[in-house]
């Protein structure tokens, strides 16, 4: 009800004029913002036959909007009747080079005729190539200035699991005892679905159906530096953090918090973990997002995933000296991780990423997306209540439920989803254009208004 009502007050005031529509009654508006390009397939539809035929066999861990995409190209899909969609989703900030970047196929079918998998029993090109690619490329980036070496993996719950196991290894070797274990998290985090990641992830949301957690995990307070010195003492092995939380909202933590979350830890022992797993590899217009913070408050373990296989599964945990001279053979390990092909993907995705003028590009993009939504926060005070994010993850805060703008937007050819409460996430590929980032603006705001009608 409050949405509706915030609506008829913003409808009031902001009857469209681009197309001509200035002054116009109910009845025009009414056309002008209900003009469907895309809407939902219908049951009857090819789309809606697919899924009926297969629902019943998929277990029930997402919901789903009716579209089903069949291809992409850079900046858009393709759903099953031939439609294309302007997607700011990247699939959920993965696609960062676009969908089905040519090199990227390329590289697909060499190396799949060449060597897949062989298991890390044994070495290969690719593994110690991508490590080592990582490290440089970091230490280059201003990034992790005592980056030492690499944990290949699948995800990145995987990268955050290990990342888990290593502190705990190094806490045991620090302290004996076996008293320094705990690992603290934040409020709004989400560091992954498996059982560590989980525990450090604290929305009862995703806990409550599977608890009891891991124990010796301890929450704070984002951004809260006063509670840090409680918080993180002698018993605290591992500290994991978000630079900017993702599925939190969209999130920034401010360099003051980090610098002083990072002197602490050195004053106790224990390790720093970045988790950059969304808003590193680029999207912040630096290759990780902590980048630009002084060395004190870099990290001793970095996570990444997403972005770095451009849609193929691969994580990846980097360490420095001190946590990896901690680790033994035998403490860890992976079926998959560390394949060539995947290996082999994300060395070229890396290598992209990491060019200066690519990074540029992200910046400027990111001007031009903010002052669209500045404009439309002028235009819906009532409902954008904020713009947050840096580089290609940003986020505008509503008022309320996002759903019917994300439906609308989605029934005139653009992708958006959410993060938090309340909040529209953008999350597009780094390297879409000035043009489609204004295209994209532009449906948006019709969607505001289409939503304002039926309201």
């Known amino acids: 009800m409050a949405f ?33 390009t895309h809407p939902d397939p219908t049951e009857d539809s090819a789309s809606g036959k697919m899924v009926r035929e297969h629902v019943p066999y998929m277990v029930t861990t997402y919901s789903r909007p009716p579209p089903v995409f069949v291809r992409g190209k850079g900046s858009y899909l393709w759903d ?26 390329k590289i697909i079918a060499e190396q799949a005729q060449e060597l897949v998998h062989a298991s890390n029993l044994y070495y290969n090109p690719w593994t110690g190539a991508l490590s ?9 980036s201003g990034g992790m200035h005592d980056a030492s070496s690499v944990f290949i993996c699948n995800s990145g719950s995987e ?31 989400f560091h992954g679905r498996t059982m560590g990641s989980l525990s450090a992830t604290p929305n009862p949301k995703y806990q409550a159906p599977f608890a009891p957690m891991v124990p010796g995990f301890k929450v704070g307070t984002y951004n809260d530096i006063a509670s840090i010195e409680s918080l993180v ?31 602490r830890c050195r004053d106790v022992g224990a390790l720093l973990h970045y988790d950059e797993i969304q808003c590193g590899m680029a999207r912040t ?30 994580g990846a945990t980097i360490v420095n000296e001190h946590v990896a001279s901690k680790i033994k053979v035998g403490d860890h390990g992976t079926t998959f991780g560390g394949n060539p092909l995947a290996c082999r993907l994300a060395h070229y995705i890396v290598g992209r990423l990491a060019d200066s003028k690519l990074q540029e590009g992200v910046k400027a993009k990111s001007e031009v997306f903010v002052k669209g939504f500045e404009k439309l926060r002028a235009k819906f005070p009532e409902l954008i209540k ?50 489609e980032i204004e295209d994209g603006l532009r449906i948006l705001e019709e969607s505001f208004e289409a939503v304002m009608v039926k309201a």
């Open 4 to 36: 509706r009502t915030a609506l008829r007050r913003v409808a009031a005031v902001n009857v469209p004029a681009t197309r001509g529509l200035a002054g116009a009654g109910a009845a025009a508006r009414r056309a002008y913002a209900t003009q469907l």
């Open 80 to 105: 099953l009747e031939d439609r294309k969609y302007l997607d700011f989703t990247s699939g959920i900030a993965v696609n960062s080079l676009g969908h089905c970047d040519e090199e990227f196929s």
């Open 132 to 140: 080592k690619l990582l490290v440089e490329s970091t230490k280059a």
């Open 159 to 189: 990268a955050n699991e290990a990342g888990i196991k290593f502190a705990r290894k190094v806490g045991k070797v620090l302290d004996p005892s076996g008293a320094k274990v705990e690992i603290v998290s934040f409020q709004n985090a």
């Open 233 to 263: 003492t002698e018993k605290t092995c591992s500290v994991i953090v978000e630079p900017i939380q993702g599925e939190g909202g969209v999130m920034p933590a401010t360099e003051e918090f980090l610098v002083a979350l990072a002197k």
């Open 285 to 314: 217009g630096s290759l990780w997002a902590h980048s630009t913070l002084p060395k004190e408050a870099h990290p001793d373990i970095l996570t990444t995933a997403k972005a770095l296989g451009n849609g193929f599964p691969i």
């Open 386 to 435: 904020e713009v947050r994010g840096k580089g290609l993850i940003l986020g505008l805060q509503l008022s309320e439920d996002p759903t019917p703008v994300i439906k609308a937007a989605r029934e005139r050819g653009l992708l958006v989803i959410t993060a938090g409460t309340n909040t529209l996430r953008f999350v597009p590929s780094l390297l879409v254009t000035e043009q």
